[in-house]
């Protein structure tokens, strides 16, 4: 299981894009990204998975350059809602063992 | 998706007393799993739960504290054996209905040990 690195938290304001990197600098080929959102006393939900390039959905984009070393997430005019915290999970389609990391405490403000 | 349940969603229990928390999934899932969370850190696997045998604990886990039953495949339960202060954690279960890394979570069971 390849490790993440993430900043451990982050500030933003109301209307704002965010962008969260996550470092996986020994991503194996058949790995994909995956980014969880966990609010308090809730158990984690999925966001978004992607491979390589660029996946976009209806609440988030994930961005993956060429070399796969890193990914962004990126949460498009952020609402207080959105203060949670985030996590980068990398692994195989098919090994469903997930292995979270310290994950990014988002705070969003007024 | 999957709709998942915890019972109970949250106790106050003493140590040396143990404690079962049962997982109710709303379709028949082949893999299920059981995390521990402590307050303000990250989620640690605890074990993964297959219908009809034993259940596999990660390192750091044994089955003589976390027993794990798993009679089919929409149900699991997790006991908290000989529970001291330190187990005072959410347990949360999971599911995965289709291969790949998209996971569904129950709400989690506040457990605290007095």
């Known amino acids: 299981l390849a490790k993440t690195t993430q900043p451990i938290s982050m500030d933003s304001y109301e209307g704002q894009e965010v962008n969260i990197t996550c470092s996986h600098n020994?991503?194996?080929?058949?790995?994909?990204i995956t980014w969880y959102q966990q609010f308090p006393s809730q158990g984690p939900r999925f966001i978004i998975q992607g491979y390589k390039t660029k996946v976009t959905n209806e609440v988030a984009s994930l961005f993956i350059p060429a070399d796969r070393k890193s990914s962004t997430l990126s949460l498009p005019r952020v609402s207080l809602s959105d203060t949670a915290v985030y996590y980068c999970l990398v692994g195989y389609t098919g090994f469903q063992k997930l292995v979270f990391g310290t994950g990014t405490r988002l705070l969003v403000s007024p | 998706s999957a709709v998942i349940s915890q019972k109970p969603s949250r106790d106050i229990c003493q140590r040396g007393t143990s404690l079962t928390i049962q997982c109710q999934v709303d379709?028949?899932?082949?893999?299920m799993f059981w995390y521990r969370q402590q307050p303000g850190q990250s989620l640690t696997l605890i074990a993964t739960?297959?219908?009809?045998?034993?259940?596999?604990?990660e390192s750091g886990f044994v089955i003589d504290k976390f027993p794990i039953s798993r009679p089919n495949l929409t149900f699991s339960t997790l006991t908290v054996s000989n529970m001291s202060p330190e187990d005072s954690s959410i347990y949360l279960c999971?599911?995965?209905?289709?291969?790949?890394?998209?996971?569904?979570f129950g709400p989690g069971t506040r457990l605290t040990v007095t």
């Open positions: 020994n991503i194996a080929t058949n790995d994909y």
């Open positions: 999971s599911v995965n209905r289709e291969q790949g890394m998209e996971q569904y």
């Open positions: 379709s028949q899932v082949t893999m």
């Open positions: 739960a297959n219908q009809g045998s034993e259940a596999t604990y």
